[in-house]
């Protein structure tokens, strides 16, 4: 049973279409997040969300919207793709906020054209 | 500057050796997050630590929250090693460093 299971594990698009990439936990975790790591391997927090409620939402473009329609869902929705947003994003997830080791997905490879 | 620092930034080794990473960071921190992504991509945790030292196998890892450091450590290094090693703590968001990719050769 994959804990953190995030789909498609590859999304290959062209620049202005709109896409989602899903992330369900079965962990019973209060505590999701959205990472993206770029062609440099740097990973880098862009939404947190904890029971539900958005908790970290970093300096990411407003075309990136997170959806957690459930504490063991948490979608991220990408309006009008650009270039730049090509990179692997990884969901993960903890038991609590802050105090807890993370549990990430095997990431998405969004390759934008 | 990077708010976490690791070093090096690539290591080589052969099989065997005992390898030793360090992560250095700027703020006071609760606990601190050392993570392994294989070639494949795929992230997992190794150990979170917030004082003294955690033992999983091979891998040792230690910290000092006054001196803002931890090492993790690897013993008798196997190629299966092979990875990148990211380190990073919560505080208000979550901050990892640029990762350390380590080449262990038969």
């Known amino acids: 049973d994959t804990a953190v299971s995030q789909t498609p594990k590859y999304l290959v698009t062209q620049m202005g279409n709109d896409k989602s990439i899903k992330c369900e936990q079965n962990?019973?975790?209060?505590?999701m997040y959205w990472y993206k790591q770029d062609s440099k391997k740097f990973l880098k927090i862009m939404f947190s969300y904890n029971n539900k409620e958005l908790i970290i939402n970093e300096t990411v473009p407003n075309r990136f919207s997170p959806k957690s329609p459930d504490k063991a869902h948490l979608n991220l929705h990408i309006n009008s793709l650009e270039l730049g947003d090509s990179a692997v994003y990884f969901c993960a997830s903890s038991l609590t906020w802050n105090d807890s080791p993370l549990h990430f997905g095997n990431g998405t490879r969004l390759t934008v054209t | 500057k990077n708010e976490v620092e690791q070093s090096p930034q690539n290591l080589t080794a052969q099989e065997g050796e005992f390898i030793t990473i360090n992560c250095s960071y700027s703020?006071?921190?609760?606990?601190l997050h050392w993570l392994q992504q294989h070639p494949g991509g795929g992230i997992v945790s190794l150990f979170m630590l917030s004082s003294g030292k955690k033992k999983h196998g091979r891998l040792i890892a230690t910290i000092n929250i006054q001196e803002k450091h931890s090492s993790l450590h690897i013993t008798a290094s196997h190629p299966r090693d092979s990875a990148v090693y990211i380190c990073g703590y919560n505080t208000d968001k979550l901050i990892f460093g640029t990762g350390t990719r380590l080449q262990v050769f038969p």
């Open positions: 962990l019973g975790h209060d505590t």
């Open positions: 703020v006071g921190i609760s606990a």
